[in-house]
């Protein structure tokens, strides 16, 4: 029986982590609320969706583009294009590894009702937990920092939750 436990854990680590093969996508997203204090008056609250596509160009190393959706204290609104950099690095247990996800966009914000530029990094780190063969939900806490034209800069901590789907390339099982 001891055996038979221990081949079927070698099988489920093995499995669990040819979602991060070279020629695999990723599809997925994110969706987050925020607080940050910009450098130009008061706080201001911050509900985001991020939806986002990966491509595996080499095993753990991603790369891929998002857009950022925000709702900014309920009456003013930005949009941004990111590339992306992702690296999986660290194996926790049979089904969860760290990463590292960095990107650089530029996008709008319409802010009491006029629209200016906006350019934007963000780096995040966390787990992504392989709820099975495909799916991945992932827990992220980020630093951004954006410049908003006219406005000045802000920069912002938060706490990201978000699912994966990892599509294994053709013939891998």
Request: hydrophobic letters at 40%; proline letters at 2%; glycine letters at 10%.
């Amino acid at each position: 029986m001891k055996k038979i436990l221990l081949c079927l854990a070698i099988i489920v680590s093995v499995n669990a982590y040819s979602q991060t093969e070279k020629g695999s996508w990723l599809l997925g997203g994110s969706a987050s609320f925020s607080s940050s204090k910009a450098s130009y008056g008061d706080a201001t609250s911050f509900i985001s969706i991020t939806p986002s596509i990966g491509y595996f160009i080499k095993k753990d190393l991603a790369v891929g583009a998002q857009a950022t959706l925000q709702n900014i204290t309920s009456m003013n609104t930005a949009t941004s294009f990111s590339p992306f950099v992702r690296y999986y690095f660290l194996p926790l247990g049979s089904n969860t590894k760290l990463f590292v996800n960095g990107s650089y966009g530029w996008g709008n914000y319409l802010i009491l009702g006029s629209y200016s530029g906006m350019s934007t990094w963000a780096i995040s780190a966390g787990p992504s937990i392989f709820l099975n063969r495909n799916i991945a939900l992932e827990l992220t806490l980020s630093y951004a920092k954006d410049d908003l034209a006219y406005y000045g800069i802000s920069r912002t901590i938060k706490f990201n939750t978000g699912f994966q789907i990892h599509f294994n390339k053709k013939g891998k099982k």
